[in-house]
């Protein structure tokens, strides 16, 4: 996927969207999907970083972005491939939920072994 990228900022503005709408999007995509994205703040920097062009999005927000701004397929992922892709993301989404309660429960002091059990 190295060399695949978008000017995220051109789609954004050319579709008249301020960074707020966008990210309101990129969540009911996350939503619909079945999967959580980070607080709005840190999903705001992250777009920054995409716009200007320091980073790429990863894989999951690839398939989001595309989504909202209704561009077909996934470098690198076959459309009959990218339902599964979607649902190996959502469970992955479930797993980092649970982990992060684990983690919560660690910092409350709670004996998660028997949590685990």
Known sequence: MSGYRHDWRQLRVSRGWSQGELLRRLDAAARKAGVGLPGREALKRALSRWENGRCVPSQFYLVLLREVHGLQGLPGVAPSQLAAVLDELSALSVRIRIL???????DAGVDVRAVAA
């Open 100 to 106: 992060s309660e684990w983690i919560t429960g660690l």
